[in-house]
């Protein structure tokens, strides 16, 4: 697979890759680990980031990063490290006169977990189309989303994001040089890199850095992507020894000693079975900034960005899996196995009901009878538990983004997917939550094995393969959408895929499966439940 090494230019420095060969034989060069900020450690540490220095002597890029610090999901084990603001750069283009349209993914793993690795993210599906593949890090969980109200200490959360933002100046500065056109960047995250995705589109920091958006299984509006305030950082503080004297300067001091690793392992107590009751899934994750810094992300909340959001003027296409919610499996069995379990865990976040609130009694009991209220059988009772996951935590953030861009941005289209393509040869998520066979549904982060190579499933995927033309489709949508601001092509046909009309809900999608067809969301009516749970001024 890999031969010989090419040097390339950059404007900070030489860089060393690797001539390398996808599965079907399609020669590209790839660039690894490439610096595109100072490393975060010492006192960078829990810093907004900044800009890397130049270079002189060439710089290997040849070997794989080893992402950011993290307990790896499903595992009892740690990995990463704190010097990991790096990306990788595929590219077939060695003509760099004839600019090609950028794609830049970010990965998810609900902004603790995760990493840029091509065991997961291949980019050999991609690379067989004309555009150049940018895979970026950038920090998780405390080290990447701790924040601290005192504006002299320098904290003001959302490291992570900004990360992001300051890859897309990389991009921006640096991606001629390997044959893309920065005039033509489209950014695409799945599940947490979905939501980053859309902070991107409200945020001022990240203006101009793109031109077009895919937002996949997350959204700024998810029920998990934007995070309470219940002192996470002195929470953390306290479980590595603070004895809470001395306010956020000691608290900042006590982390600041600790090691990187020590930190990651800390913060996994501080998600008590009393928070998570209130239906928080994780802690160190996107938070509203206490005070205005130079790279503010978030200063308000995100419906109110949204409103006069830059990214309202660009295209977005913007989509779902099916049945999302396979991802909480466990949680969904040990709620079975219980003979009337409360739902009051089931609420939003957003709507900041008290624990014991009659209010929040009242939208568990209409969650339970719309759901649970003619179910019959075992089977149709995980499938219900299956469709009120999904809604909570994914479909209904999407389709509260969908609404915003049509009350928001009428000269631009939106065009709304939602993927059920079974292709149980390909996918590697489902089984990792659902282990016990004969589990259908389409599972959250089932359609990245059509967009990415991973190292998880071991089927041969040959050209004429029922996998290799699910792949070509997604693939050729998703190309087609990052060339031209419209996903329309002969993959989409003979459908014609319209963008949602500004009139707002019901919406239409495209419905990908073994065939495409354009209709209307089948979760049309499940979302108006969720809908009426707020107002219209908290609802978008």
Not at 179 to 199: K, L, Q, R
Not at 273 to 286: A, L, Y
Request: hydrophobic content about 35%; some cysteine; proline content about 6%.
């Amino acid at each position: 697979m890999m031969s010989n090494t090419i040097v390339a230019r950059t404007a900070l420095g030489p860089i060393r890759g690797l001539h390398s060969e996808n599965l079907w034989g399609t020669k590209y060069l790839s660039f690894y680990r490439v610096p595109y900020a100072k490393p975060p450690i010492g006192s960078l540490r829990f810093k907004d980031p900044e800009p890397a220095e130049p270079w002189t002597e060439v710089l290997d890029c040849t070997v794989e990063s080893q992402g950011c610090s993290q307990k790896m999901m499903f595992l009892e084990t740690f990995q990463g490290e704190e010097d990991c603001l790096h990306l990788s750069v595929f590219t077939r283009n060695s003509d760099p006169k004839k600019l090609l349209p950028v794609m830049v993914f970010i990965h998810g793993g609900g902004f603790v977990c995760g990493s840029n690795e091509t065991q997961v993210y291949g980019p050999d599906f991609l690379i067989e189309k004309d555009v150049v593949l940018v895979t970026i890090n950038y920090r998780l969980g405390a080290l990447g989303f701790l924040n601290l109200h005192d504006p002299n200490l320098s904290v003001p959360g959302n490291a992570g994001l900004k990360d992001q933002s300051m890859a897309l100046k990389w991009v921006k500065n640096n991606i001629s040089y390997f044959g893309g056109d920065p005039n033509c960047v489209t950014i695409f995250g799945e599940s947490a890199g979905g939501a980053s995705v859309h902070y991107h589109l409200i945020s001022e920091l990240s203006r101009g850095l793109f031109h077009r958006a895919i937002v996949q299984s997350g959204s700024a509006f998810s029920n998990w992507a934007l995070s309470p305030d219940r002192d996470w950082a002195g929470r953390l503080a306290q479980a590595l020894g603070w004895n809470g004297i001395g306010g956020e300067a000691a608290i900042l001091q006590t982390l600041m000693a600790a090691d990187h690793m020590e930190i990651v392992t800390a913060q996994e107590t501080v998600l008590t079975p009393e928070i998570k009751q209130e239906g928080t899934i994780n802690h160190f994750v996107p938070s509203i900034e206490h005070y205005q810094s130079d790279q503010c992300m978030i200063p308000r909340h995100p419906r109110e960005m949204c409103r006069t959001a830059w990214g309202n003027a660009i295209p977005v296409m913007v989509g779902m899996t099916s049945e999302e919610g396979l991802i909480f499996y466990p949680d969904i069995k040990k709620k079975i196995e219980k003979k009337d379990p409360s739902l009051t865990d089931c609420i939003p976040l957003d709507l900041k009901l008290p624990m014991n609130s009659a209010e929040r009694k009242i939208i568990a009991d209409k969650i339970k009878d719309f759901y649970f209220d003619k179910t019959k059988t075992a089977q149709e009772k995980h499938d219900n538990y299956v469709n009120m996951y999904t809604d909570k935590d994914f479909a209904h953030g999407i389709t509260r983004l969908v609404r915003s861009r049509c009350e928001n941005s009428f000269k631009v289209p939106t065009f709304l997917y939602r993927f059920n393509h079974d292709l149980p040869t390909l996918v590697f998520v489902k089984p990792l939550f659902c282990p016990e066979p004969g589990v259908s549904g389409i599972c959250h982060g089932d359609e990245l094995p059509c967009l990415f190579k991973n190292s998880f499933t071991e089927v041969t995927i040959s050209k004429d393969s029922t996998e290799y033309k699910a792949i070509d489709r997604m693939v050729t949508i998703w190309t087609t959408f990052a060339a031209t601001g419209n996903p329309n092509c002969d993959a989409t046909r003979p459908e014609l895929w319209h963008p949602v009309a500004v009139t707002g809900p019901p919406f239409k999608c495209l419905n990908i499966s073994e065939r495409l067809e354009f209709c209307q969301l089948p979760e049309t009516e499940r979302m108006a439940l969720w809908d009426s749970f707020y107002t219209r001024d908290t609802l978008t």
